[in-house]
């Protein structure tokens, strides 16, 4: 079992829908957590960081960790075409352990106008 | 200015032939890495260096090797090349472990095809 999960998709919506992607993970020394987005033919790019528990927003984004279970959200609200991507999450650890960032498959999103 | 680059960016080259990509920051990063993505888009990471040092060395063939001359260059050298190895590699740095808010900085990435 890979130590993050992530449904690869792909996810098509409409223009202005509410978006939620998802990952699970089993590390429970895991602390941090990232999104980042990935243009076709890019590097990745981060979005948004967590640390442990709670929620994140940033504009039209909300990054949300639930360490009880092991999950990971983020949601796009309004969502528009610029935001057809594929979206990473990744976590790593804490203190000496980091350096390391453990990826999901990516989830490749489409929004159509 | 590019943050972080690699050259080349596509390499097509046969089985068994030997390749190098090289990598260069200019945001005065500590740390680099380097990932690689392979068809299914799955990014895993292979190497990272801190200050010239080898931090991380995930369990990959030793016919890559890494080699960072200062703390703003590591290239990646691969030997006798194999059809599995045809991916896309990133570089990456970081000004200390790349967590929370010191995040990864991703290079454009190099198209590798072996045939």
């Known amino acids: 079992q890979k130590e993050v999960e992530q449904d690869p998709g792909p996810l098509s919506v409409p223009e202005g829908a509410i978006v939620s992607l998802n990952c699970t993970y089993s590390?429970?020394?895991?602390?941090?957590f990232m999104w980042y987005r990935q243009y076709s033919r890019k590097g990745p790019e981060l979005l948004m960081y967590?640390?442990?528990?709670g929620n994140k927003e940033d504009g039209r984004f909300t990054a949300q960790v639930d360490k009880s279970s092991k999950y990971i959200s983020l949601f796009i609200r309004d969502s528009q075409p610029s935001d057809s991507a594929t979206y990473l999450c990744a976590a790593t650890y804490s203190g000496a352990g980091s350096y390391q960032l453990t990826f999901g498959k990516g989830t490749k999103l489409s929004v159509i106008p | 200015d590019t943050a972080v680059s690699q050259t080349p960016k596509y390499l097509v080259t046969q089985m068994g032939n030997d390749k190098s990509i090289k990598c260069e920051q200019n945001l005065g990063h500590d740390t680099m890495y380097w990932y690689k993505q392979d068809s299914k888009k799955f990014l895993k990471i292979m190497f990272s260096?801190?200050?010239?040092?080898?931090?991380i060395n995930e369990t990959v063939p030793n016919r890559f090797s890494p080699k960072s001359p200062d703390k703003a260059h590591l290239n990646l050298h691969i030997n006798s090349l194999e059809l599995g190895d045809s991916a896309v590699y990133f570089c990456?740095?970081?000004?200390?472990?790349?967590?929370?808010?010191?995040?990864?900085?991703f290079g454009p990435g190099t198209r590798l095809t072996v045939l």
């Open positions: 967590t640390y442990s528990s």
């Open positions: 260096y801190n200050n010239k040092e080898l931090i």
């Open positions: 590390n429970s020394a895991f602390q941090y």
């Open positions: 990456a740095s970081s000004q200390d472990r790349g967590t929370g808010t010191d995040t990864q900085y």
